[in-house]
């Protein structure tokens, strides 16, 4: 009780959410009746009873068609806002989201609806629950890479409210190694940049996202654990991962919580960090994926300590801001 206690009170940040992860059903449904959209499941129960997931690729089927709810500039709103609302309440104070351009962008849905009804939420965040953020373009793997460079070109008018670029969606088969001109351009246009790699994907995409991409963090990461060279350079490097443990055992990347391989990260000297990914889909936001932790692991007050002192030093915010929370 004390260990859930501390969990639930630390200041944290949380460094892997994609949004439209967040979309919980009651609000995918209150948007589709919103705009006329038709879905395929009668009501809350049968679409959260659809949420049961053998691997990353069932999940990202049933995720990419719950977005599609999302149309106006109001939609991208009220589904930040309600992140927002909803981790306020977990003392999360600071937050890097990720957004899926393309899905949407292929839905004919223009940036600027995307960027402005999410980036109005964040400043509204700021202004009135004190959540300082900031918001990652993610590239989605599974797509081309001139893909993903035609996102870039079109985000040309909106840089200055974008913070950083990432790499998402199906991991199997499509390596960072296709995807290493355009990170090179977003670096070159002063962008930090990530990648989600080593959740279902070997060690060597991490290997190929620090060497290639050039990444300021890996997402997941799981799999750097078969590999102890690149355990220790990614040790030696400082790298923060991105660990999200209810996301693990959802996707079947761990088999149960008891094997969640975040305290073996932790003593082997890997700068892990507890993430929520998914939380509409996965069953919790950052607090509950702690109270998994805590209830199936022998983690100690200075583990939670640690793992939120390495969400803050992770964040993509100033030395000086760092220094009020470390
Ligand atoms: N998109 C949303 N969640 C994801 C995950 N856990 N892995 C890859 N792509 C994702
Ligand atoms: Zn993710």
Redesign the pocket.
Known sequence: AELLQLAQRMPKAELHL?I??SLEPELLFRLADRNGIRLNYPDVNALRAAYAFNN?QE??DI?YIGMSVLREEEDFYDLTWAYLERVHRDNVVHVEIFF?SQAHLDRGIPLEVQIGGIRRALRDGLAQLGISSKLILSFLRHLPEAHALETLALAQPFLDQLDGFGL????IGHPPEQFARVFARCRELGFRVTA?AG?EGPAEYVRQALDLLRVDRID?GNHSLDDAALVRRLTAEGKILTV?PL?NLK?RVVQTMDRHPILTMLERGLKATVNS??PAYFGGYVNDNYRALIAHLPVTREDLYRLARNSFEGAWISEEAKATYL
């Open positions: 994609h439209e992860g990353l999940f990202l995720y899926d998402d969606s199906s991991e989600h959740e997941h999200c996301s996707l990914d998914d």
